[in-house]
C-alpha cells in the first residue's frame, strides 16, 4: 500500500470539487483496510467510497481510505434465485450490467446510479419505482474497533427511504466490504409501473419487456434528466423528497393545487422536492460556474471549477426559499464534508 501526500480528490467525487486529502491511500484487501485501522501511524481517517454522494466543502486533514476492493462471485444459485456477492469497491452501474449479462433479474431499474456498490446499502439508493433493500440480502462490514468482519442481515440494516443503520448507530463504526445480493434467475418481477418507464418501453416499441429493456429504458430517462457526473459534476438528488403531515399537505395542495404527492401513509405525504425548487424558480439558474441543473431542479451542478462552499450557500439559499415559500424543510441528501 503506498500512502500519498497531499493529492487532489477531484477524479474521487462525481461533484469534481478540487479539494485535497492530507493523505491518501487505495485499500484494495479487508486485509489493507485492517493494517491500516490498526495502525498508530493515522490517527485521523476519512473513509471514501464511489464519492458520489458528498460535497467536499474543504480540504480533508487526515488519511483519506479508498475502498477499493474488486471482485464478484455467484455464492449459491437455486431453481428460481441466485445469491451473488460483490465487493464494496465495484462500480454500481457495471455491476448491474454484469447481473443483467448473467439475466440475473432485481437491480434493472437501479441502472446507471453513480456510485460502489460498497456505500449503495448506506442510503438504501433506489430509483422508478425499487429500492436496494428489494434486492439486498446481507452485507459484511469491517468493525472499526475490534478490526472483525461481522455480517448484516437486511433486518439489521433497518433499511428506509435514502437511510439505513449505517446513518445512524452503525455511522463511522464500519466499513462495509462487500455486499451480498439475492436475484432471481427466472420469473422476474418486473417494475414497468413507475410513468416514465411505461412510456419509454412504449417509445423503444417494446411489449413484453425483458429485464435488459428495462435496463435500456432506465438508461434513457435517466440521460434524459439527469447530468453525466462526466460530462457536469453533480451527487445527483441533492436533497430528500421532504415526507410532511397530511395536515401541512392539504394546506399546501390549497394553495397549489397541482403539486404533485404520495401517500406515505394515512398521515404523512411525500412531496417532490424537485418540484419546490422548480416553482420556487430555481431550475436551470446559473451562479457562475455553479447552479441547479436545467432538467431537474433536485439536481446542482458544478460547471467546473466551483467550489464546495459554493454550492452548500446555494443549497442553504435553496433551504430557506423553499421554507419561506412552503413552509417545508427540506434537508440535504448528499453529505457535507
Ligand atoms: N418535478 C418538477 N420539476 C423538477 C423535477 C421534478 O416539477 O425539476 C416533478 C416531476 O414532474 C414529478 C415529480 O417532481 O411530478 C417527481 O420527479 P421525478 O420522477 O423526476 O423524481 P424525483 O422525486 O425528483 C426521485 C429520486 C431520484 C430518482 C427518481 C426516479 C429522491 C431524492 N430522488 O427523484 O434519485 O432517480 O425519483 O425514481 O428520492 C438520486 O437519489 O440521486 C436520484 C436521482
Not at 428460481?80 to 443483467?100: D, I, K, M, S, Y
Not at 439489521?156 to 435514502?162: H, I, N, P, Q, W
Not at 410513468?195 to 432506465?218: C, F, Q, R, W, Y
Not at 421532504?242 to 404527492?261: A, N
Request: glycine residues 8%; aromatic residues 8%; proline residues 3%.
Amino acid at each position: 500500500m503506498q500512502i500519498q501526500q497531499n493529492i487532489s480528490l477531484k477524479p474521487f467525487n462525481t461533484f469534481g470539487i478540487d479539494a485535497k486529502a492530507k493523505q491518501f491511500v487505495s485499500a484494495t484487501s479487508v486485509a489493507d483496510l485492517k493494517a491500516i485501522y490498526a495502525s498508530e501511524a493515522f490517527p485521523k481517517k476519512f473513509i471514501l467510497g464511489g464519492g458520489s454522494n458528498m460535497l467536499l466543502t474543504q480540504d480533508i486533514d487526515a488519511l483519506v481510505v479508498h475502498v477499493n476492493i474488486k471482485g464478484k462471485h455467484i455464492l449459491s444459485q437455486t431453481d428460481a434465485n441466485v445469491l451473488v456477492e460483490c465487493q464494496a469497491g465495484e462500480n454500481w452501474h457495471e455491476f448491474v450490467l454484469w447481473t443483467l449479462n448473467n439475466d440475473f433479474g432485481g437491480l434493472e431499474n437501479l441502472s446507471l446510479i453513480p456510485g460502489n456498490v460498497g456505500t449503495s446499502p448506506i442510503q438504501n439508493i433506489g430509483a422508478y419505482g425499487v429500492e436496494l433493500k428489494d434486492s439486498f440480502h446481507s452485507c459484511k462490514a469491517l468493525n472499526l474497533e475490534t478490526l472483525e468482519i461481522e455480517d448484516f442481515t437486511k433486518e439489521d440494516c433497518e433499511f428506509g427511504y435514502r437511510n439505513s443503520i449505517f446513518k445512524h448507530q452503525a455511522k463511522g463504526k464500519y466499513i462495509i466490504t462487500s455486499v451480498v445480493f439475492k436475484l432471481t434467475t427466472k420469473h422476474h418481477s418486473l417494475h414497468t409501473n413507475y410513468g416514465a418507464i411505461a412510456t419509454e418501453l412504449e417509445h423503444m416499441n417494446v411489449t413484453n419487456p425483458t429485464i435488459k429493456d428495462i435496463s435500456k429504458a432506465v438508461i434513457a430517462i435517466r440521460e434524459s434528466k439527469l447530468p453525466n457526473p462526466k460530462e457536469i459534476g453533480n451527487s445527483g438528488s441533492f436533497f430528500k423528497n421532504p415526507v410532511i403531515s397530511k395536515q401541512d399537505f392539504l394546506k399546501l395542495q390549497d394553495q397549489f393545487p397541482e403539486v404533485p404527492h404520495y401517500v406515505v401513509s394515512e398521515s404523512e405525504i411525500k412531496v417532490p422536492a424537485g418540484w419546490l425548487i422548480d416553482h420556487a424558480g430555481f431550475k436551470g439558474k446559473t451562479f457562475g460556474n455553479y447552479g441547479v441543473h436545467k432538467k431537474q431542479a433536485l439536481v446542482l451542478v458544478n460547471y467546473g471549477g466551483a467550489k464546495g462552499a459554493e454550492i452548500l450557500k446555494l443549497s442553504q439559499l435553496i433551504q430557506s426559499t423553499i421554507a419561506r415559500i412552503f413552509n417545508i424543510n427540506i434537508e440535504a441528501e448528499v453529505n457535507i464534508i
